[in-house]
């Protein structure tokens, strides 16, 4: 079986939002794919607007690192399982119901203007960054508009034959 950390550096990242409250700590070999990752399954994503990265000399060191930093800084949205015992408090949850209703009720304006042509697609991470929310936020969002019968299930495609 193949190891699946490579040797060499880890970084620590740290991520936090714009008044300077710690979000999130992480470690990874490749912290922009990771980006990308949590850009698009963390609800809380958009609220990130500074990044921190530290390399370590290797992954067992990023590890222990990481663990000082959850145990030390307790940033909002770690996992609990991270923790582990002994830890005084869960993660918080970050709470995306009123993004979902403002991409929800954003949407649903748009479709009355007619900003959207009949047959168009919506794809998740355009709306989200239009509505400055995740990408997965923007996803639920426009699974909850189809259930509602304002777009097709189809990919998210807006009712109507598609304009000549």
């Not at 990023?62 to 030390?72: D, N, Q, S, V, W």
């Not at 991270?82 to 709470?95: F, I, N, S, T, V």
């Amino acid at each position: 079986m193949s190891n699946p950390f490579p040797p060499g550096k880890s970084a620590l990242y740290r991520l936090y939002d714009s008044d300077g409250v710690l979000l999130y700590v992480g470690i990874s070999h490749y912290p922009d794919e990771r980006f990308k990752e949590h850009a698009g399954d963390k609800p809380w994503w958009h609220l990130v607007t500074r990044r921190e990265i530290v390399w370590l000399d290797d992954r067992s060191a990023a590890l222990k690192a990481e663990a000082e930093a959850m145990i030390t800084e307790r940033p909002l949205y770690n996992g609990y399982h991270h923790l582990g015992k002994g830890w005084p408090q869960k993660a918080r949850k970050y709470d995306d119901t009123a993004d979902r209703a403002a991409v929800r009720d954003g949407v649903r304006a748009a479709l009355q203007r007619g900003d959207y042509r009949p047959g168009m697609y919506l794809q998740a991470a355009p709306i989200g960054r239009h509505f400055g929310v995740a990408p997965v936020t923007a996803l639920h969002a426009l699974r909850d508009l189809v259930r509602e019968g304002a777009l097709e299930s189809r990919r998210f495609r807006i009712p109507g034959s598609p304009v000549a």
